[in-house]
């Protein structure tokens, strides 16, 4: 009986302990896995599940044909017809795609661009010349109207205010025009580059190096001025994909394939499995520097 106590208080606190740590792991499971969504990003939609394929129908903007005779073990992944045209609207406002996008889909659709390195690069010349391109959708206040981003009926009111108040005031009337300019600005840019991020991802899904151009790019706008023009911003964006095109794409390339020719000695026999344009332009550089190797290719396309 002097022990029946002592097996409650256990039990009672091995029940205690075990809910403590499934709730902190559920907690914790839970967490992880918001945190995977956020990583990811939208999932990839299963296409042997005619539902989510007609919900995914509704928002799609791509016109492509489903293929008739379709591989049974791959029906959970897309496949279309080899010879569909692709079709996402023409121009340059956030209801419709660049043309450098649309070209840019049907190469990846086609395969004529393959490799993460390859189709990364020509991602990031695209939206550079989407975003050199970029003008405010019609019925947006564009700030190139005049210094402060105001158009005419704006300026005379702002004249108006000018006379009536004081200095302070109309600095400050002025100053929160150009700062609602500056967040429709931002508004804009991001409606863009969703818009393009998902005609290229209906053409053929990110690889991690375009999935991470996204991400940056995402920033960049998040964090622009909270006072600047049309020609400002576009400036800003244009500078960081070619910062990002030069150390993110180019440089480290070049960096791998100056230090790995260097490993290659004489005689050396290099096994190489599918194809890579990085370690290409490697055993490239290793040739031009005199070694003489022998390349062994296990798999290609």
């Known amino acids: 009986m002097s022990e029946a106590p002592m097996d409650i208080s256990v039990k009672s606190e091995r029940s205690s ?13 839970g967490g992880q896995s918001r945190n995977q969504g956020k990583r990811t990003g ?12 007609a919900r995914a129908a509704k928002a799609q903007i ?3 044909s ?10 959970h992944l897309p496949q279309y017809e080899g010879n569909t045209s692709i079709s996402g609207g ?6 419709q795609v660049h043309p450098a996008i649309q070209a840019l ?28 391109d970029f003008v405010m959708t019609v019925g947006a206040t564009s700030p190139e109207t005049d210094s402060f981003g105001l158009d005419c009926q704006e ?56 999935g991470n151009f996204v ?5 960049q706008i998040a964090h622009l001025p909270l006072v600047l023009s049309l020609p400002e911003a576009r400036k800003l964006i244009l500078e960081a994909i070619d910062l990002f095109r030069e150390k993110r794409l180019l440089l480290p390339v070049k960096e791998i394939a100056a230090i790995g020719s260097k490993l290659i000695g004489h005689g050396e026999k290099i096994v190489v499995y599918a194809y890579s344009e990085v370690v290409l332009n490697l055993l490239k550089q290793a040739r031009n520097l005199g070694t003489d190797f022998l390349v062994i290719v296990i798999d290609s396309r």
Do not use: W
């Open 105 to 132: 889909g049907v190469k990846y659709a086609k395969g004529v661009i393959t490799g993460g390195h390859s189709r990364c690069l020509a991602f990031v010349n695209a939206m550079e010349e989407v975003f050199g």
């Open 215 to 219: 991400r940056y790019l995402k920033e």
């Open 155 to 210: 300026a005379e009111l702002g004249i108006f205010a000018i006379i009536l108040t004081t200095l302070d005031s109309a600095v400050f009337v002025v100053r929160e025009q150009d700062m609602n300019n500056a967040q429709q600005i931002h508004r804009e840019l991001s409606k863009v580059l969703n818009r393009c991020v998902q005609f290229v991802v209906e053409c053929r899904p990110l690889s991690v190096s375009m």
């Open 90 to 95: 023409s121009g340059l406002g956030t209801g």
């Open 66 to 75: 489903i293929q008739q005779s379709d591989v049974p073990f791959l029906r």
């Open 42 to 53: 939208r999932a990839r939609v299963q296409f042997d599940d005619p539902s989510r394929v």
């Open 17 to 29: 302990s075990g809910k403590k740590e499934k709730g902190g792991g559920g907690g914790g499971g």
């Open 62 to 64: 791509t016109s492509r």
